[in-house]
């Protein structure tokens, strides 16, 4: 069965760095495209960032382009947040899903992202 386990998030100052891993399994990932998405507190669902099968291709939410950055191995098959210059706007459980956006079939259980000084 598919499965999408995320991991990296915690406590980050403001400006900080933090840098979330997926792990995934169950299906063959080097074919689909995945992607970032995360819940603040009393918000909606928020997509972040999404990236091509190959990698070829990223994509951002306005709110995180120039400060996050995602990537996959697809020999590990992991998919990557690196994100900097952390605000305390960007805290969020963060999740991995499966598809591209909007068009999720699967998702993790999501990792807590804290910005606070």
């Known amino acids: 069965q598919v499965q999408l386990v995320e991991s990296g998030g915690g406590l980050a100052q403001p400006g900080g760095s933090l840098r979330l891993s997926c792990a995934a399994s169950?299906?063959?990932?080097?074919?689909?495209?995945m992607s970032w998405a995360r819940q603040a507190p009393g918000k909606g669902l928020e997509w972040v960032s999404g990236?091509?099968?190959?990698?070829?291709?990223?994509y951002y939410a306005d709110s995180v382009k120039g400060r996050f950055t995602i990537s996959r191995d697809n020999a590990k098959n992991t998919l990557y947040l690196q994100m900097n210059s952390l605000k305390p706007e960007d805290t969020a459980l963060y999740y991995c899903a499966k598809g591209s956006k909007g068009n999720y079939d699967y998702w993790g259980q999501g990792t807590q992202v804290t910005v606070s000084s």
């Open positions: 990236i091509y099968s190959d990698g070829s291709d990223t």
């Open positions: 169950g299906f063959t990932f080097s074919s689909y495209a």
